[in-house]
């Protein structure tokens, strides 16, 4: 079973229109929580990077957020704009015997309409 | 320009028929990585290497090689392709690995179709 469960699996809205997506996690504890755009046929973008002790941060209309007790990630884009299509990954760094493991969501594909 | 090449971007070969996807980077990273991509499965790791001479296993790794002779390049060799290894390839790099907070630039993907 995926430890990182990404919703929704696509998402359709207006231009203009805010938006959030989440990442739920069970995996713990855990060094980083990573948000990554990536565009259709392209290499993932980083957007955020948190510590598992932070609980926000911003990248111009992207805001990430973290909240530890809930194991819940979201990924709020505001005004959003025609570029914004593009599926977003979430990524968590968690130890392990050999050295570290990345664990990746499967996405949310997010469809901006004119 | 800061960036991560790979070669080639696109590549239909058939089964056994070995082959190298080169990755090669101009930041002075230490750190670089193979993914693939598979639809409904997502990203997963397949090799990683921290520095020059140093490289580990990921997720994946099985029917897959890499070296890192040189800090710039981390080729994926493929001794023996198989159908199920028909995938969407990603190189990455960063300054260091994963724990710290550095950036991981991807380069723009390999289409590796096997027959």
């Known amino acids: 079973k995926n430890q990182v469960e990404q919703s929704p699996q696509s998402l359709i809205i207006l231009e203009g229109k805010n938006c959030t997506l989440q990442?739920?996690?069970?995996?713990?504890?855990?060094?980083?929580l990573r948000w990554y755009k990536q565009d259709t046929g392209r290499g993932p973008v980083s957007l955020t990077i948190m510590t598992f002790s932070e609980n926000t941060k911003s990248n111009g209309r992207y805001t990430a957020t973290l909240d530890a007790d809930t194991k819940q990630s979201s990924l709020h884009i505001t005004a959003s704009q025609l570029s914004d299509s593009a599926s977003y990954i979430c990524v968590l760094l968690t130890g392990r015997d050999s050295g570290y493991a990345l664990n990746f969501g499967k996405g949310t594909s997010l469809l901006v309409t004119p | 320009e800061a960036q991560v090449t790979q070669n080639p971007r696109y590549l239909i070969t058939v089964t056994g028929k070995k082959l190298t996807v080169t990755c090669s980077q101009n930041m002075n990273h230490e750190y670089m990585s193979w993914y693939r991509q598979d639809p409904g499965l997502g990203l997963r790791q397949i090799y990683y290497s921290m520095n020059v001479e140093v490289t580990d296993k990921g997720d994946v790794p099985e029917g897959y090689k890499v070296s890192r002779k040189e800090k710039r390049n981390f080729p994926l060799i493929l001794e023996s392709p198989s159908p199920n290894q028909t995938s969407l390839y990603f190189c990455?790099?960063?300054?260091?690995?994963?724990?710290?907070?550095?950036?991981?630039?991807f380069g723009p993907g390999t289409r590796l179709t096997v027959l």
């Open positions: 990442c739920n996690y069970t995996v713990s504890p855990f060094s980083n």
């Open positions: 990455a790099s960063s300054f260091t690995g994963p724990y710290s907070y550095n950036e991981q630039f």
